[in-house]
């Protein structure tokens, strides 16, 4: 009688199709730490969807549960280059009443394509400058990654890319 396959979690491979749990952390060029999962839920997606940035999913592929590794990724396989249309100053007055803006401050823009997260990067008198793009445009920088799991996709997730 043949063997019956299994789904071995601990052996798949990611792969289109399947969906893949991570943690990771991104650096920037010096070193310091954007962001990360740690201390907060994995990252878990449908690989070969396009739903992370290609350079990490292109890293992933093949990578098996309990694996860990660091992979530098360059800005056109990453969060793409800067753009300086992004970058606008604007009155203080389109905030409205409330609390004054800061530095570092995240801030959901409503622009012609939709909603748009943006950070305060300068605030002078009654003017204050945006910037729209990733942290990381136009800059490599370094994924440390731990693989989770690794399991097959459903129909479902599938048919829509989303784990």
Same mark, same amino acid.
């Given at each position: 009688m /043949?063997? %019956? /396959?299994?789904? +071995?979690?601990?052996?798949?491979? %990611? $792969?289109?199709? #399947?969906? $893949?749990?991570?943690?990771?952390?991104?650096?920037d060029q010096q070193g310091g730490q954007v962001t990360t999962t740690h201390g907060h839920d994995p990252l878990v997606y449908v690989h070969g969807t396009g739903g992370i940035v290609r350079g990490l999913e292109e890293a992933l592929a093949g990578k098996k549960t309990g694996d860990q590794f660091e992979v530098e990724i360059a800005p056109e396989q990453g969060f793409g280059k800067r753009h300086d249309g992004l970058v606008q100053t604007l009155p203080r007055s389109m905030l409205g009443a409330g609390d004054a803006p800061r530095v570092g401050a995240r801030l959901k823009a409503q622009t012609a394509r939709g909603p748009l997260d943006v950070?305060?990067?300068?605030?002078?008198?009654?003017?204050?400058?945006? +910037?729209?793009?990733?942290?990381?445009?136009?800059?490599?920088?370094?994924? #440390? @990654?731990? @693989?989770? +799991?690794v399991r097959l996709a459903t129909p479902d997730e599938i048919q829509f890319g989303i784990a």
């Open positions: /043949p063997a %019956i /396959p299994r789904n +071995d979690r601990s052996t798949m491979e %990611i $792969a289109d199709r #399947r969906v $893949a749990t991570i943690h990771f952390t991104l650096l950070v305060v990067t300068a605030v002078d008198g009654d003017t204050i400058t945006v +910037d729209g793009n990733h942290p990381l445009a136009g800059s490599p920088f370094r994924a #440390r @990654v731990e @693989v989770i +799991d």
